[in-house]
């Protein structure tokens, strides 16, 4: 029971760009992901950050800091896995 607070903690403490992209592995309704399924986003990431003329740094960055948060984890390159996939029920 623990384990799957903790990841509700950390989902509730997310935020910008941190918040935006873990919403989007939520909805990839996967364990499994791969970073250019980011990709697809980018016009409605564009809206969301018009000034932000690097947009898939900031998701690269962004993954890291997900892995840095125990949300996520590297299984190869460009490929990552949901932590919170089957620890709990978003």
Do not use: C
């Amino acid at each position: 029971m623990y384990y799957r607070n903790n990841f509700k903690n950390k989902f509730i403490n997310l935020n910008g760009w941190n918040k935006i992209i873990f919403d989007k592995i939520i909805d990839f309704d996967s364990e499994i992901f791969k970073a250019r399924q980011f990709n697809e986003f980018i016009p409605e990431f564009r809206e969301i950050y018009p000034n932000n003329h690097t947009i898939k740094a900031s998701i690269r960055g962004t993954l890291q800091e997900l892995m840095e948060l125990g949300l996520i984890t590297r299984v190869s390159r460009g490929v990552y896995k949901n932590l919170a996939y089957s620890n709990w029920d978003i």
